[in-house]
């Protein structure tokens, strides 16, 4: 038993059933997609594309459903890198500021609504 994955990216160089075929025969035992790009009727159509090729071959072929989040950015620091350690209390803004140890600016104006005072971000 194999315990690793290939993972192989959809998008349309690789729509028709014989190409799909041809990765899975190949290897590939993971289809990506990557739902940045494309719409849902395409992706639905990939997806179907593979649950057929995967009962044609009977080799197992998961899915990994790779969803954009918000692209959510710091802004530059005034005098380079900071390191920050814990209990450190750093303020994260929309506010175009300098950075450093203690604040730094977003690009990604809609983070108030998104969080709330003391919320970790990761």
């Known amino acids: 038993m194999r315990r690793s994955k290939i993972v192989c990216t959809l ?27 494309g719409s849902q009727a395409e992706h639905q159509e990939r997806y179907d594309r593979v649950r057929k090729v995967s009962e044609d071959t009977g080799r197992a072929v998961g899915v990994l459903a790779d ?9 530059t620091f005034a005098e380079g890198p900071v390191e920050l350690v814990r209990g450190d209390e750093f303020t994260i803004t929309t506010e175009d500021v300098p950075g450093d140890k203690s604040i ?5 104006k809609g983070l108030p609504g998104d969080v709330s005072k003391g919320d970790k971000i990761l």
């Open 11 to 37: 998008g349309p160089a690789v729509d028709s059933y014989e190409q799909l075929k041809a990765l899975v025969e190949a290897g590939m035992n993971v289809a990506r997609f990557n739902f940045s790009h």
């Open 104 to 108: 730094c600016g977003t690009t990604y």
């Open 67 to 75: 969803l954009q989040g918000p692209k959510i950015r710091l802004e």
